[in-house]
């Protein structure tokens, strides 16, 4: 049989996961050919391309319950210097369906609120084009089954980034952020620059960890990197402090892109692109990229650190939880001063991100913690990217009402735009890990992660955790009350004076926010009947799922050792009462200082 015969065989037997990324790039290279021919039928394009990166990942659903097909290697396209072959493949397991599905789905949500909120742009085709090539860039680098091809989604990722944050690169006075004047302020050529340099820090830091790793493992492939981690592990370690390093140098890379302190101030930033671009960039893509790979990574550094017991594989849980906390609560304190609505959900994505970070870090903390952290920060992505994407769409559709991008500026908003109130009220609420919707649970699972691992260090950073959570509240109740609650301010009264009262966004905005909430309503809902009832339970699904994807890819005298401890009611009720805490720390906070302005904030 030829090679091309070969490879038409495999995608006729597999053809989902790679028509999920496949499409949204190649209609990424059909937007200025469509746009020649009409913007309408550009913009009818888009959709259907992203909708069909959503069927695409849609029917590798059912892999969850047949586990299969795995690793599917399309076609070889090197030779690597030690004669292993480098193919272009395909790793379809539980973690990388979930979150496929995710990014595809609010990716086309996006897509579709995009159609009217972007409407009239003169460089809509540009915006396209980007948009898509992002969405396909962002499934290449969840779906490949080898590092190599990982960094080519990574830095298609990146490249598509600085498009959009600096999509209006010929910074027009009103796209400017910062301020107000005599603030400093800062155009949007800037910021996407700002976003490539800084992102492109950790870039360095990881391609250098890609080569240790190749030296030692003499592949890219993740299932063989796992299934012999066990040797080249034992190898590295010869060298005292090489693993530590390469922890160190590995976690650079997600850092960066998803975010996390010190390399984080980018991200508020990237406010300067479009509102669906930052819903894009904050709730299905690229900073969800760097939790992707540290969850990715994560099982070879299990090995070292339970089975071949090297402290030094133990860095990489380690470092990734204390930057995860304390980025948690760094970026949940700015985002109470924040003054601009969209940088007030910038920072809380930050934070947010820090949470997964943090889940994902403790998975490491001790044996038994390892299945119950990963499912922690894997459902707090999912969780996360539900909300963000509503409270994103939700502050577009606000500044598109009022054109401004200042809390101050705003007020009273909710009798001109009582859907968006209602809708991004919902938001907030997940946001803020009231239940009983999906943002108590995925939260709640994260502080059970860390009185599982049961360490000093693990209730320290529990601490952190709830503390930030305190702080969420408070924060989300201070945007909610500026924008929408109270006097209107001079800004909106003159709006209205002049004949341009603020009014509700068109059905095709207001449809995929009221989608997103829905969703993660309906996902709460299940959390609350699952604790009667486990099999509806979303987060013991996605547990099983973590468990059998670990099992699958480690080598079978690790995995048939692995076990998922069971939770016991007391240190359910324990979670509970910390996230009721938080709960009740901030709302009293927030409710006195910004809803009923009992106390001068």
């Not at 406010?271 to 994560?298: D, E, F, N, Q």
């Not at 594989?313 to 304190?333: D, E, K, N, R, S």
């Not at 709460?524 to 486990?534: A, K, S």
């Not at 468990?547 to 998922?564: G, I, K, N």
Request: hydrophobic residues 50%; negative net charge.
């Amino acid at each position: 049989m030829s090679a091309s015969a070969s490879v038409i065989d495999i995608i006729m037997h597999h053809p989902w996961p790679f028509l999920a990324w496949m499409l949204p790039i190649f209609g990424a290279l059909m937007m200025p050919v469509l746009g020649k021919i009409n913007n309408k039928v550009r913009d009818y394009g888009a959709v259907v391309f992203a909708f069909s990166a959503v069927v695409a990942s849609a029917m590798m659903i059912p892999y969850l319950f047949g586990h299969t097909p795995g690793d599917i290697k399309l076609i070889t396209w090197m030779t690597l210097p030690n004669g292993t072959p480098l193919d272009f493949g395909v790793l379809v397991d539980p973690l990388s369906i979930i979150i496929c599905n995710v990014v595809a789905f609010i990716s086309f949500l996006i897509v579709v609120y995009s159609t009217s909120y972007m409407h009239g742009d003169e460089g809509l085709t540009r915006y396209w084009f980007l948009f898509l090539y992002f969405m396909g860039s962002m499934l290449l680098l969840v779906l490949a089954d080898n590092l190599v091809m990982t960094m080519i989604g990574w830095e298609g990722v990146g490249i598509c980034s600085y498009g959009l944050i600096g999509y209006y690169y010929r910074d027009p006075k009103d796209r400017w952020l910062g301020g107000p004047p005599p603030t400093e302020m800062y155009p949007p050529s800037h910021a996407g620059m700002k976003a490539f340099v800084v992102t492109g820090i950790g870039d360095v830091l990881i391609l250098a960890a890609i080569f240790i790793l190749y030296y030692f493992a003499g592949t890219f492939n993740y299932v063989e990197l796992m299934q012999h981690s066990e040797t080249w592990l034992a190898q590295m370690a010869n060298i005292p402090g090489l693993i530590a390093l390469f922890s160190i140098l590995l976690l650079g890379g997600p850092i960066g892109k998803s975010a996390q302190f010190p390399l984080h101030e980018w991200l508020p930033e990237a406010m300067a692109g479009p509102t669906s671009v930052s819903a894009l960039i904050h709730a299905a893509t690229m900073v969800k990229a760097g939790v992707y790979l540290v969850a990715r990574m994560s099982p070879i550094f299990y090995v070292g650190t339970w089975t071949l017991h090297l402290p030094e594989a133990q860095v990489y849980f380690i470092a990734i939880a204390i930057v995860g906390a304390f980025t948690c609560f760094l970026a949940a304190t700015q985002a109470l001063v924040a003054v601009e609505l969209k940088k007030i959900l910038a920072y809380s994505t930050v934070s947010q991100i820090g949470y997964m970070m943090l889940g994902l870090g403790l998975s490491g903390f001790t044996e038994g913690a390892y299945v119950p952290g990963l499912t922690a920060g894997i459902c707090h992505l999912a969780s996360h990217a539900m909300f963000k994407a509503a409270l994103f769409l939700g502050a577009g559709s606000v500044i598109h009402a009022v054109h401004t991008i200042y809390t101050f500026n705003m007020g009273g908003l909710k009798k001109y735009m009582k859907w968006t109130y209602l809708l991004m009220g919902l938001a907030t609420l997940s946001l803020s890990g009231v239940p009983p919707f999906s943002g108590f649970w995925s939260k709640d699972a994260v502080f059970l992660a860390a009185l599982e691992a049961g360490t000093p260090l693990a209730y320290a950073l529990l601490v952190v955790g709830v503390v930030s959570a305190a702080m969420t509240f408070a924060y989300s109740i201070r945007y909610i009350s500026l924008t929408f609650r109270g006097e209107a301010s001079e800004f909106i009264v003159d709006l209205d004076h002049h004949g341009h009262p603020p009014h509700e966004s068109p059905n095709v905005m207001i449809w995929p926010i009221a989608i997103l909430c829905g969703l993660f309503i309906l996902t709460g809902l299940l959390g609350l009947v699952g604790v009667f009832n486990p099999s509806v339970n979303p987060e013991v699904f996605i547990e099983k799922q973590m468990h059998h994807m670990v099992e699958a890819l480690l080598p079978h005298s690790v995995a048939e050792h692995m076990h998922v401890p069971h939770i016991s009611d007391t240190t359910k009720m324990v979670g509970a009462g910390l996230s009721a805490l938080a709960l009740s720390v901030g709302g009293f906070l927030g409710y006195n200082f910004y809803w009923a302005k009992n106390w001068d904030s």
